[in-house]
């Protein structure tokens, strides 16, 4: 069998939320490196594979797909693994997803580029990303005080996407001392048999200069 293989590099909490489900999964799985930051994604070659020049995509035998949320939701379809059990938990998930992709993960990323890699200092855009992060950074804290994990007591994959940025709280300036159910919930995590940070599962950390 074919193994399956995910486009990635290090530094993306994107690819992480793929890479870290297809090890969280037990799948045998292949790293395929993009060198984001000199371009690669954006050549003729990886935009037949991904149209919308982003990272990740996912190979699998004949079957490729982009988008981390959807990428999530079939791989736990293909594993049968930290998904929905019931048609409410389903819409709970969506729920999770959107909400982390519009906001959450949306602004982390954001700031977290602009800080780290951008290296633009503190600027009226960081400033305005912080302000966006904190409130999302609080309901996902108050949601934690009463659930061990997203949807109740077993992760999922709106665990696993929200999560996808969260291990480098130090590149966007937040301490997780401010959100002790968040600090936990990422602990719970980081429990699970199969979980390794990022910058170790996935190819290209550090950056070459």
């Known amino acids: 069998m074919t193994k399956i293989q995910l486009t990635c590099f290090a530094q993306s909490g994107n690819a992480y939320k ?4 297809l090890n969280l999964c037990g799948a045998d799985w292949d790293a395929k490196f993009v060198d984001f930051f000199n371009g690669e994604s954006k050549t003729p070659e990886y935009l037949e594979l991904n149209e919308m020049g982003e990272v990740p995509a996912l190979i699998d035998g004949e079957k490729s797909l982009s988008q981390s949320g959807v990428i999530l939701k079939y791989l736990s379809k293909k594993f049968n693994k930290f998904d929905a059990k019931t048609e409410d938990e389903e819409l709970e998930i969506l729920r999770w997803l959107l909400w982390d992709n519009h906001k959450l993960t949306g602004y982390v990323a954001a700031l977290r580029y602009l800080l780290q890699f951008a290296k633009t200092g503190e600027t009226d855009v960081t400033q305005f990303l912080r302000a966006r992060i904190k409130p999302c950074l609080k309901i ?17 994959i709106a665990d696993i996407s929200m999560c996808g940025y969260l291990f480098w709280p130090d590149e ?7 959100y002790p159910a968040i600090a936990s919930w990422l602990d719970r995590i ?16 550090p950056l070459k200069d």
Request: glycine share 10%; charged share 15%; aromatic share 12%.
């Open 140 to 156: 996902l804290n108050n949601h934690l005080e009463n659930n061990a994990f997203a949807i109740g007591d077993e992760p999922t």
């Open 190 to 205: 980081k429990a699970l048999d199969g979980w390794v940070h990022p910058y170790e599962l996935m190819p290209g950390h």
């Open 172 to 178: 966007f300036g937040v301490s997780w001392a401010d």
């Open 18 to 21: 793929a890479a870290l489900m």
